[in-house]
């Protein structure tokens, strides 16, 4: 069965650095995303993706953070200059559109801003 | 702006006993509601939506709209129910993103089964 897949499954990194998040889509899926999860917290919404621009943004996603696809397979996350608080759970997760409310997640990648 | 609450953090009942995990609500418009489960060492997945009204695992879940919940339930509880919940509520998207899924999740809830 296709799956959601993310790289790396963790990163550490110093504050100000600059990071990229990976993930590949289910292959025939129109829509993508990124959503985090601060630990002990909620999983929340950062931006969603479809036919190559931002859908939706949340407040979360500042200028800090940049979404591209360059190849037509990979969607990355880019953090400019992180920060303490950006320590988090990075999910992806894309889907075809059709099927209300379901998401196919990966399995993340825990960001460690030290 | 839209809320979900789920204010069980932890929740321990026996094999065989009634489980209920609780979910609250608050949005202005007609919600869409679902619950998310993720077992130990995989990925989030999706459990149920409420518009299907369907029964996956033994598990359903209502939407009250009254009590503005959407709780959980499974008559009797299994091992392999053991896991992280989320509730989650879709929307409010923009008009012209359909398909787009801008979920609102709770905070969760970790059941465990107690065999």
């Known amino acids: 069965e296709p799956e959601v897949t993310q790289t790396p499954s963790h990163q550490v990194t110093q504050m100000g650095q600059e990071v990229i998040l990976r993930c590949v889509p289910i292959?025939?899926?129109?829509?993508f995303y990124w959503y985090r999860q601060i630990l002990g917290q909620k999983v929340e919404f950062l931006v969603s993706?479809?036919?190559?621009?931002?859908?939706?943004k949340s407040e979360i996603f500042d200028d800090q953070f940049s979404v591209e696809r360059p190849d037509g397979s990979n969607f990355t996350l880019k953090i400019r200059s992180t920060k303490l608080e950006d320590s988090a759970m990075y999910f992806c997760a894309s889907n075809t559109g059709g099927v209300a409310g379901e998401l196919f997640f990966g399995e993340g990648s825990r960001l460690t801003v030290l | 702006a839209q809320r979900v609450t789920q204010p069980e953090k932890l929740l321990s009942v026996f094999k065989g006993a009634p489980v209920e995990l609780k979910c609250n609500y608050s949005y202005s418009g007609s919600p869409e509601l679902f619950w998310y489960v993720q077992y130990s060492r995989q990925r989030l997945q999706l459990l149920l939506r409420?518009?299907s009204r369907e029964s996956i695992k033994g598990f359903t879940a209502d939407l009250n709209k009254g009590e503005t919940s959407f709780h959980l339930k499974k008559p009797f509880a299994q091992e392999e129910d053991s896991a992280m919940y989320y509730c989650a509520l879709s929307g409010p998207g923009l008009e012209s993103n359909f398909g787009n899924e801008k979920l609102t999740f709770g905070t969760g809830t970790r059941l465990t089964i107690i065999p």
């Open positions: 409420h518009i």
């Open positions: 292959s025939n899926h129109l829509y």
């Open positions: 993706f479809y036919n190559n621009e931002i859908s939706e």
